[in-house]
Every structure is written in C-alpha cells, then in structure tokens.
C-alpha cells in the first residue's frame, strides 16, 4: 500500500508540477555501496541483475550484452548480467573481476554508486580502495561452499575501513535446491565470525544473482524467507545516523583573499556542526577566535555540516593557513609526530622498518619514517601472524595486499583523531619519496601501545628518575618478606575474586602484608576512562602492572585478579614486573561452568549481544602455556587453591 501511494504521488507530481519532481530527485539520499567476497561468487552479476531488473540499461548496451554472451558468457549463450559490469577484456577473457568498476543508478527513493569490487587474493589492494568511500558492504557467499578465507579476508577490511552495515548475500541458493538449513548454517558460520568486528548492522538475504530470485522481485522459489529483497533492504537502510555530527573539525585547504577586506578559509567539513558564534581553535598554534560567517555554495548562512564544502571568517586576525585545523576549544583531537596505524601496503616494493616515506594527511604532505611494523593479520584466524607463546619481535616487512599494524614517526606534528571516530582526519596514504607512487593506505588507531623491551619515552619532557636512599632490600626486611605479583587469569566467574579474597586473608593472618588489586575496583577508580575494547584492554593491563612494580618495590606482595586474556598483554606485564616477582597463576575454568555459575549474568548479556567484545563469547581468551601454578577449580576447593599458591610463595622463598 506504502509503494503504491508513492508511485501515485509521484506520478501526480509529474503531471501537476515537474519543477518539484526535478528537485525531489535532485535532493534524494545517496548511499554508496561495494560488492566483495570471493572469485565466482556472483558480485558482477548481482549488479549487473540489479541494473537489468531495474530498467537502468539503455537498448544498446543490451545488444551488445547479449552478443558479448555468446563469446565470454558463462550462461551458455543466454544473457550474462555479468558483463555489464566487467569491461576489461582480461576480465572477460578469465570470468574474473580484476579492476572495481563503478557504477551509478538510481531509483524513486534512492540514488547510488555501485562499486564491484575484485575478488582475487592477488587485487586486495583494489578492494580496499573501493571500500575507502562507502557506506554498505555487500558480502557475497556461495551457497555452496559457505564461508570461506575470502569472506574472512573481506569482511575484516571493511571491518578496518569503518563501513558499519553489512548486507550478506548468500548467491547460488538455487544450485542447492533453495535449502533452508543451508542457509542457516551459513548465517550461525558468519555471525560467529564477525563477532569480533566493529559491524552495527548485519542482513542476510537469499538469492539467486543470476535468475534474479530476491534481488529486486520476491522469489516463490524461497517461500520459508520474509525478509526484504534486496533492492528494497538498500532502498530503505538507514545511514542518516552514520556521520560524525559531534566533533568538528574542518581542515584547511585554501586561504581565500578576494580583496583587502575579506579573508576567508575555505575546506571541506570533515565532521561535526559549525555555527555563527562558535569559538574554535586554530591547530596547530591554539590560537582561538570565534566564528563570524559562514559561506556556503547558496551564498551565507548560519551553519553548516558534514561533508559541506564551506568558507569562514573569523571575528580576530589570527595567523591560519592551509594544512591547519579549525577545532572547537573544548573538543581538541590528537597533536603530534607520532602513531600507530592499520596500514593495507599496495606496492611490490615492500614496506620496511625504518624507511623513510611522504604521508599524506589531509591536505598536508610530510616527511616521514615508518619506526615499525608491530604484526600483521593473519586473514585464516584473524589474528595477529606471529608466535603468540613468545615475546613477538617485530616484523620487518609488509608485502604487497598484506594489512599489520605499524608505528609512524614524523618530521613534523599533525592533527589527527582515530580513524573508527572521524574518517577524514584519521585516515592517510603513503607515498614513495623517490617515484611519488601511492605505496600505501594508513586507518590511524587510539593510541601507540608499549612492546615489551621497546618502552616509548614519556611523554612529559625534562624528567629524570629519582634515586632513593633506601633499597628494595631495606623495606622489605623491616616486613619479613619479598615484593612480588601474584597474577590470577581466567574467564570472568572463573573464581579469580574468590581465591585472592581468600589468598589475602590468609596472608594477613600469617602476617604478611599484602593488597588486592581487582578488576572492577580498578576501573571504578585509576582505569575508569577505560573501556573493553583491545586497546583499552591492553592499556589496562599496562597500569596495573607499573602499580604492581612500585608496590613490590615498597615490598608489598600484590594480588591481581584480572582477566587479561591475550598472551602478550600478560608478558607485558611480567616485563614491567620483573621475572623474578611474577607470578601468573590460570584459574582453569571451562566456559561451561562459568557460564553456570555468571553472577552478574555478564553471559546471558553477551549472548544476547548486549554486551560487546565480552572475552569467551565474542572475544578470544589465550590460555597460559607455562603459568607457574594452574589451579583446576573443578578439582579444588577456593580454600585449597589459596593454600596451593601460599605453599609456592614459601617454596620461592617470598615468604619465611
């Protein structure tokens, strides 16, 4: 009933007042799209269906569509939508798509751009580049074979690139004879995967590309399916709330001087809100002034949004020039030379530690060197690619379509947010400095994370440690015992909280002094700015790991009740301690008796998608391989895991 009253009013608009029709469809939505997934998955023909079944093909490319059929068709001899996308003559030749090919085409309620992008190993490169701009993803998976390490692969970079809705289109449902539970076995593989990235909307729809069941018409053929179709779902996805309308940043591109009274600065607003009164800051001088007009494409007006093309004056002379940012003063991003990125490498020539690069941010081009190559992504886990049992040393190359994460160094400060909360100021490119060839594309992330024996410099200038005229061994006669970190790790209600209660109360009984550093007492207070995600995470771990060394320094035995759930986070954490004073102790505890026991019913919530990145269910927990003590809770009473970890701390001599 809704589409028939609006092809009425359309037509009545038409008829009445085609000035106002004209306009409707000048100002209608626009969303850009890609299509990925693996090589004869279907994304050239799922377009080419789309365009067909929509009447955007004009009468002479249909005749040329189907002659080209009948030579590199792969419908035997009927019409190939395939073609109409794939137009390189290799492509033909190989049935492959190799270049992403874009295309525009718009409907009564939408307008779009289509980028089909490769689905080779060997043009990840080309993939991300069509996925840099886009607001959907669309993963294509053949029924047959469900997902595989492309689909992986794919996922993950759109994960990486920010595009946060995602339409899987399971293709060739009629080459499995349209079966259900193929279908839903595809849908529990996917979304046990993609659990882990940073996706707020995930679709599933069932299609047949090539007979073009569900694509722009219902299919009889998939009576047991009562979702949209999948123009219909790209029709109606909502974006509007996708953009960054909180922080504003508008990087300068170009210092406007028409005449001697008029000096405007002109960019592209990259996110956020600016209004006539404003006051923000120049970057990088902090030099603040407020915002007295503001010119749009129409002439002046009172404010203006993100993507908005604009030009500004400011109320006092203030020294602004191109390369510069114009910021709130009370929402400042990130000042400075150096950070860590998500780099995708494009070239043959590979990237190596401690070559020197042109990166290319914003309008700024400045001399750099790339310090480090941290890891690089295993696309068949997803997970880093190095031996997690060991301290990873870092790697030295990245090929060309691998992703790792690396640590850059300027030659000059720049003003940068992180890529998954502003696109425009946290992306870049990298630059060959002797051919001037686009080497690489860069996703800036949160913060630069510590690697053991590679400490960063603080970040405080002019500071030097302070010696004391009392050693470690003076305080810790007076107490009678040895400085040392008990590091409880396990599933959350694997009993960590329990046993340190109880382990304290032990020792204090005993007389040894000692403190319990919890998780949750911790981010009530010293890490309350954190969150859960990786990084946070790890930085989490990095705090309490610098408290528990100057505890044990004083001589006090510290008890650390945390789940630290990746292996490198912990050997950061023994790094910092010191070998000698860490003691890692695995509460081994099987999910399934957690999940029993769940006090705070943290699992119920993390199955029902509640709660995000919650470790066991959608984020990976990394077992101890050589803890110095396990404890099975299945097999011991709390009282008697206290007493284990009593009788090692008298066994290594902490305690008398």
Not at 167 to 183: G, I, R
Not at 433 to 446: E, F, K, L, Q
Request: glycine fraction near 6%.
């Amino acid at each position: 009933m809704h589409e028939a009253s609006y092809k009425v009013q359309e037509e009545e608009l038409i008829r009445t007042d085609i000035a106002a029709y004209l306009k409707r469809h000048e100002t209608k939505d626009l969303l850009r799209l890609l299509t990925c997934g693996s090589v004869d998955d279907g994304k050239s023909t799922l377009i080419g269906r789309l365009l067909y079944d929509c009447h955007m093909i004009y009468e002479d490319q249909l005749e040329k569509v189907a002659k080209d059929s009948k030579v590199y068709g792969t419908t035997d001899d009927d019409f190939d939508p395939a073609l109409l996308t794939d137009g390189l003559k290799a492509e033909r030749e190989q049935g492959i798509t190799i270049d992403v090919a874009y295309r525009y085409f718009s409907t009564d309620k939408r307008k779009f751009i289509i980028a089909d992008c490769p689905g080779h190993e060997q043009y990840t490169r080309n993939m991300a580049t069509g996925a840099s701009t886009c607001n959907l993803a669309v993963i294509l998976i053949d029924a047959r074979y469900g997902v595989i390490t492309q689909t992986r692969r794919h996922s993950f970079i759109c994960s990486l690139l920010g595009i946060k809705h995602v339409v899987v289109a399971v293709n060739k449902m009629d080459l499995v004879d349209w079966s259900e539970e193929k279908y839903e076995q595809i849908m529990r593989d996917y979304n046990e995967f993609v659990a882990r990235l940073n996706f707020s909307d995930i679709h599933f729809i069932p299609i047949s590309a090539l007979r073009g069941d569900n694509v722009v018409q219902q299919s009889s053929n998939l009576p047991w399916y009562d979702g949209p179709t999948f123009l219909h779902h790209l029709e109606s996805l909502n974006i509007s709330t996708d953009r960054n309308l909180i922080d504003m940043r508008l990087p300068i591109q170009y210092v406007l001087r028409p005449n001697l009274d008029f000096r405007g600065f002109s960019g592209t607003l990259a996110s956020g809100v600016v209004r006539v009164g404003d006051e923000v800051t120049s970057l990088p001088s902090r030099r603040a002034s407020r915002i007295k007009a503001i010119y749009g494409a129409d002439g002046e007006v009172g404010e203006a949004f993100s993507p908005m093309a604009i030009t500004v004056t400011l109320e006092d002379e203030i020294d602004v020039s191109r390369g510069n940012m114009l910021v709130p003063v009370n929402n400042i991003p990130h000042i400075g030379n150096e950070f860590e990125a998500m780099v995708v490498w494009m070239h043959q020539d590979a990237a190596r530690s401690g070559k020197r690069y042109l990166v290319k941010h914003g309008s700024s081009m400045i001399p750099g060197v790339l310090t480090d190559i941290r890891y690089k992504i295993d696309f068949n886990t997803m997970h880093r690619d190095r031996n997690v049992d060991e301290v990873p040393e870092s790697s030295e190359s990245l090929e060309l379509n691998e992703i790792g994460r690396c640590h850059f160094t300027l030659h000059r400060s720049i003003v940068f947010d992180a890529y998954d909360r502003n696109r425009a100021t946290g992306s870049f490119v990298i630059i060959d400095r002797i051919s001037n060839v686009t080497v690489g594309a860069g996703m800036i992330v949160d913060r630069i994370v510590s690697r053991p024996g590679h400490k960063r410099s603080p970040v405080s200038q002019n500071i030097v440690r302070s010696a004391s005229l009392v050693s470690a061994a003076d305080r810790q006669a007076i107490l009678g015992q040895k400085g040392a970190t008990v590091w409880l790790t396990g599933l959350s209600a694997s009993g960590k909280s329990t046993i340190a209660n109880l382990l304290e109360k032990e020792l204090i009984a005993q007389g040894q002094l000692c403190y319990i550093l919890d998780g949750d007492n911790v981010r009530h207070g010293l890490n309350r700015d954190l969150g859960f995600s990786m990084e946070d995470r790890k930085e989490n771990i990095r705090r309490i790991a610098e408290v528990a060394a100057l505890m044990n320094d004083s001589g006090v035995i510290v008890i650390t009740s945390f789940i630290s759930p990746y292996r490198f986070d912990r050997q950061t954490a023994r790094d910092v301690i010191g070998d000698e004073s860490f003691i890692e102790v695995f509460v081994d505890t099987s999910i399934e008796v957690c999940e029993q026991r769940d006090p705070k019913g943290l699992y119920k919530k993390a199955r029902s998608g509640e709660i995000q990145q919650f470790t066991g269910i959608s984020d990976a927990y990394e077992p101890p391989k050589n803890a110095e003590i396990t404890l099975p809770t299945e097999e011991l009473t709390p009282d008697e895991e206290a007493n284990v970890i009593i009788s090692d701390l008298r066994a290594r001599g902490i305690i008398s």
